[in-house]
């Protein structure tokens, strides 16, 4: 299947590794024109370099902070600069903190709200006057299975990212007549650093090695795997496409079958 990507420029957010990464990569071999972001300089250069050898696309590296209005913004009007108009964006970020309730203080709960919520929000804004202006584009949400069952040691997550699914929803409502769609991907349990990081804590808080917390998780998956970054980058890079054109407002889970909800 085209996905009808080639030069089409596609904004990925937290790209230097992860899901990001995987999606990064995947629009870039479909012939997407690519501006990826992440915090840390270097690693997002070699990242955007290790796509344009494996490639031959167009890939430019720019850091911001999902956390900083600002440096959003920025990273928008660079891309525009630089690039052109933006066709797609796949809003992403770092997880918050694991914990639970009684871990956390007011502004703890406000960093989580900057950081998930408010990032996806000003993302979004960045790009609308350019998707409207073009004639529309597609915009995809990262969020997480917490969605549809909570986690116990994400509570911050939980919370957050069923206001990014609202938010998403609500604006697939009233963004249809510009021809921009918005969706949200449910990861499950995909194997990057974010979740080495979250099984880790997971398996202290059950004192049981990480190794055997890891093997009872994926045994109670009915794939009985953890899924890997570039299936789901392929998920999302078909969402961000053309090919999709006619899906806005839907949650699609990547999940090897976690949720259990029918709904
Ligand atoms: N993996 C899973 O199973 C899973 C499941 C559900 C939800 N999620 C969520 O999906 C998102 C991506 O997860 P992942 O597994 O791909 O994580 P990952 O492999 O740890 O990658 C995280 C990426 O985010 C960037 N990043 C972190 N904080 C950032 C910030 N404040 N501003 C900009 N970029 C930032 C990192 O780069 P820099 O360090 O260079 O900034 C890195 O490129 C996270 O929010 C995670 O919580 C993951």
Redesign the pocket.
Known sequence: MDLNLKGQVVMI?????????ATALECAREGAIVSM????KQ??ESAAETIRQQTGATVKAYT????DAQSIKQWAEDTLRDLGPVKGLLV????PPTGQFDSFDDDDWQSAFE??LMSSVRMIRAVLPSMRASGGGSILA?????VKEPIDILIL?NVMRSGVTSLIKSLSQQLGPDNIRLNTLI?????????RGTNQAQASKRGVSVEEHNAQMAAQLPMRRFGD?DEVGKACAFLLSDAASYITGVSLAVDGGLIKTVW
Do not use: E
């Open positions: 957010a937290a790209a230097s590794k992860g899901m990001g990464y972001a992440s915090r840390d690693a997002i911001f902070d999902a956390g992403n970020a770092g997880g950081l998930t990262i969020t997480s299975s917490s997550s990861p499950g349990k995909i194997d990057t650093d974010r979740l970054a």
